[in-house]
Nanobody, 124 residues
Framework: QVQLVESGGGLVQAGGSLRLSCAAS????????MGWLRQAPGKEREFVAS????????TYADSVKDRFTMSRDNAKNTSYLQMNSLKPEDTAVYYC?????????????????WGQGTQVTVSS
C-alpha cells in the first residue's frame, strides 16, 4: 500500500529554519507530482507548495514564497520542504501529498495520497 511518511517537524523560534522530509513507498514516485499542505488549529487545510514529477517546476503559496523551497530526489523517493525565516503564523500540521498529475497542484482535491502529518510550531 502507498505510504507517505513525514519527518523533520518540531519547535523552532521565529526566524529559524526547519527541513521537512516526505519518504514515499508503494508507488512509482517519479510518476507523481508532490505537494505540501498545512492545517493550523481552527483553520482549514491550505496549500503550501508543490513540485512537478521531474522537479523542474515548483509553485508556492504567496504566504511562503521566498521563504520556503520544495525539492525532490526521485532516486530516494523523497520530497523535501526547506522552511526559512519561520513565523509564528507558520505553526501548523504539515502534510505531504502525492498526485497522479504531471505538474504540481494547489487544490487539495487533486491529491490521491496523504501522509499523517508532522507538527511544526514556531514560537515568537
Amino acid at each position: 500500500q502507498v505510504q507517505l511518511v513525514e519527518s523533520g517537524g518540531g519547535l523552532v523560534q521565529a526566524g529559524g529554519s526547519l527541513r521537512l522530509s516526505c519518504a514515499a513507498s508503494g508507488l512509482t514516485f517519479r510518476n507523481h507530482a508532490m505537494g505540501w499542505l498545512r492545517q493550523a488549529p481552527g483553520k482549514e487545510r491550505e496549500f503550501v507548495a508543490s513540485i512537478s514529477r521531474s522537479g523542474a517546476t515548483s509553485t508556492y503559496a504567496d504566504s511562503v514564497k521566498d521563504r520556503f523551497t520544495m525539492s525532490r530526489d526521485n532516486a530516494k523517493n523523497t520530497s523535501y520542504l526547506q522552511m526559512n525565516s519561520l513565523k509564528p503564523e507558520d505553526t501548523a500540521v504539515y502534510y505531504c501529498a502525492a498526485s497522479n498529475a504531471v505538474l504540481g497542484k494547489s487544490n487539495m482535491n487533486d491529491y490521491e495520497y496523504w501522509g499523517q502529518g508532522t507538527q511544526v510550531t514556531v514560537s515568537s
